[in-house]
């Protein structure tokens, strides 16, 4: 959904929010798509009814990579299978005091806070009504955090 502001080359080169460490696994996409045909080994049950991706993590400093990431040419999930967290990211559809808020991670090399601007001229422009379907999806909204650029 932000492929129009985020430049295809520098997420060529990143690939970082496709891989993890055991301090961001809290991280990892929750796949919420009851008919979607996943691999049983690569999952654990996360809400009601979704999973995430299961790591297990020898220590801090393995990266784990997402099983559907191919290095080269990137994710291998169409844009239908592809898990909302993923569609949206950098940004996020968090919680901040009980209130349902859309902030950027701070981690992306792609966009950051000198993109405010284009990210609501996206938002603006029907991004924001997409992304506040899914507002009733207890299991994809995260708690916010100061760490988190808060955009609207
Ligand atoms: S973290 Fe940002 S720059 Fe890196 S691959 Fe993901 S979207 Fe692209
Ligand atoms: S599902 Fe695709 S976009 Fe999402 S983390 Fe895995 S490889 Fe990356």
């Known amino acids: 959904m932000l492929k129009k502001i985020l430049d295809k080359s520098t997420c060529a080169k990143c690939r970082l929010c496709c891989s993890f ?15 979607f045909d996943y691999n ?4 654990k049950k996360y809400g009601y009814n979704s999973h995430t991706l299961k790591f ?17 040419t990137g994710c291998t999930l169409s844009e239908a299978d592809k898990p909302f967290d993923c569609k949206i990211w950098p940004l996020r559809l968090m919680k901040k005091n009980g209130r ?4 950027l991670a701070p981690i992306c090399k792609g966009l950051g806070e000198k993109d405010i601007t284009k ?3 996206l938002l603006d422009s029907g991004l924001y009504e ?12 995260k708690e916010y955090n ?3 650029i808060l955009i609207k």
Do not use: R
């Open 21 to 35: 460490v055991q301090s961001d696994a809290w991280e990892t996409p929750v796949f919420t798509k009851t008919d």
């Open 40 to 43: 049983e080994n690569w999952f």
């Open 56 to 72: 297990e993590f020898k220590d801090d400093a393995e990266i784990k990579l997402c099983p559907y990431l191919n290095e080269n």
């Open 100 to 103: 349902l808020v859309i902030a």
């Open 119 to 121: 990210i609501n001229e």
């Open 130 to 141: 997409e992304i506040m379907k899914h507002a009733g999806e207890k299991d994809i909204i």
């Open 146 to 148: 100061d760490e988190y």
